[in-house]
T-cell receptor, first 109, second 111 residues
Framework: GQQVMQIPQYQHVQEGEDFTTYCNSS?????IQWYKQRPGGHPVFLIQ?????EVKKQKRLTFQFGEAKKNSSLHITATQTTDVGTYFC?????????FGKGTRLHILP | EAGVAQSPRYKIIEKRQSVAFWCNPI?????LYWYQQILGQGPKLLIQ????????DSQLPKDRFSAERLKGVDSTLKIQPAKLEDSAVYLC?????????FGPGTRLLVL
């Protein structure tokens, strides 16, 4: 079925650097959700965006939903070692979550 | 509030054996999901229950996988017989709205 595409697949950054992951769809999304999965852990819901052009912030995390509702981004400012993990975007369609393949973030000390 | 509980946490079996996983959702959550997460990929929905009824099982390999939620609370997922490609983490999640809450998962290794 239709899946949201995420880039990059992997990202290594120095601690303190910024990080961005992008999510793209060929069709209009009804919403976009972001999850974080720590190594060996389970996905944890971070946020849901619904409106065109919506921007939400959670401390050092900034989430954006594109004007056409076909793309989204997650930006982390000044990464810390606790940010390590895989970040998934997903669409909630009729209470079914369709996940992207995720971006794995590795922090270099 | 207690989270989603799953057991066992780890399981190693040989191919062609059977295995069962158990999930107890968050109290009051009517919707329950089973996902399969293969290493390096995002979770893939296997089956979705609303109370004790199946909402979506289109991606469940029904020749070997089965799931039930008889009383609308706990759920079990069974694989019989297992194949090597079934090695994955099996995640259970529950929801009462847009947010899904995931359990810790069962890590299955098929040898």
């Amino acid at each position: 079925g239709q899946q949201v595409m995420q880039i990059p697949q992997y990202q290594h950054v120095q601690e303190g650097e910024d990080f961005t992951t992008y999510c793209n769809s060929s069709t209009t999304l009804s919403n976009i959700q972001w999850y974080k999965q720590r190594p060996g852990g389970h996905p944890v819901f971070l946020i849901q965006l619904v409106k065109s052009g919506e921007v939400k912030k959670q401390k050092r995390l900034t989430f954006q939903f594109g004007e056409a509702k076909k793309n989204s981004s997650l930006h982390i400012t000044a990464t810390q070692t606790t940010d390590v993990g895989t970040y998934f975007c997903a669409e909630n369609r009729d209470d079914k979550i369709i996940f992207g393949k995720g971006t794995r973030l590795h922090i270099l000390p | 509030e207690a989270g989603v509980a799953q057991s066992p946490r780890y399981k190693i079996i040989e191919k062609r054996q059977s295995v069962a996983f158990w999930c107890n959702p968050i109290s009051g959550h009517a919707t329950l999901y089973w996902y399969q997460q293969i290493l390096g990929q995002g979770p893939k929905l296997l089956i979705q229950f609303q109370n004790n009824g199946v909402v979506d099982d289109s991606q469940l390999p029904k020749d070997r996988f089965s799931a039930e939620r008889l009383k609308g609370v706990d759920s079990t997922l069974k694989i019989q017989p297992a194949k090597l490609e079934d090695s994955a983490v099996y995640l259970c999640a529950s929801s009462r709205g847009a947010t899904q809450y995931f359990g810790p998962g069962t890590r299955l290794l098929v040898l």
